[in-house]
């Protein structure tokens, strides 16, 4: 059987490997990697799944039944307010340092009430002032990280300074709590800051699980998946997909592409209450084992 597949491989490389293929491989290697998880643009308040956030919110948070949340780089709320609208008994601390958003994010306070904590500020691991780049059209793509200038997509042609604090700090000396039971984090390569800035707060109150956006914003601040598990060494990590979740191994080098993506690292002691959605690789880990 091995030696069969080996040929198939031989025989498929040959083919493709071809000129007048050349073209293909790449239109393969687009649909491939979006069938993966990457390249996933989407809304979860909209009808949008492509993303997976709309279906982890509605099947898997709904069922982990988060009582307090956290949403870093809210914007103008719409994961928030799916959040709030699909877990009823949980409350949400929103961080959004721009002001326009965050005039938009305010405007939910009158729907959801004292559910929705609403933070002016920036995030990160440590208090300081940063400028943060940003375009008028798109906030969804503000950044304090200087590497932005490097995704070719984003044009952030604005800059303000804005004032920064920790999780930690936060939560352990401003709004003090006794629980956090999910975090998401979407900062536009800042993500890792975030974390490093939050690790004794995800050590006492073991949140059940924290997304993450992996872009290529990680590839320009030298980041990978891995660098993201060594901070969140007690989850496991998975990648969302429109129908489920996919577990990954951040120590594998197809599991850190660079491409638009969303993971969420799952508490090793919760994973069996999820285990209903997550997807079955048998075959393609099969297939791995072969192709070393």
Known sequence: MHRIFHIMVAIYSYLFSLPILRELNYIILYFSLKACGYYNYGNPNSQCK???????????LKALDPKVCIDVGANIGSYSSSVLSTCENTRIYSFEPLDAPFRELKGLERRFGERLILINKGVGNKRETLPIH????RTGWASFSEEIKNVSYVTNECRSDIEVITLDHFFLNVEKIDQIDFIKIDTEGFEFEVLDGAREIISRFKPKAIQIEYNWHQLFREKTLFSFSRILDKYDVFQLLPNGLVERDPRDPLANIYEFSNFVFVRKDVKDSISRWIISLHIARKIAEYMH
């Open 50 to 60: 492509a993303s997976g956030e709309k279906y982890f919110i509605e099947k898997v």
């Open 134 to 137: 940003f375009s008028e059209e």
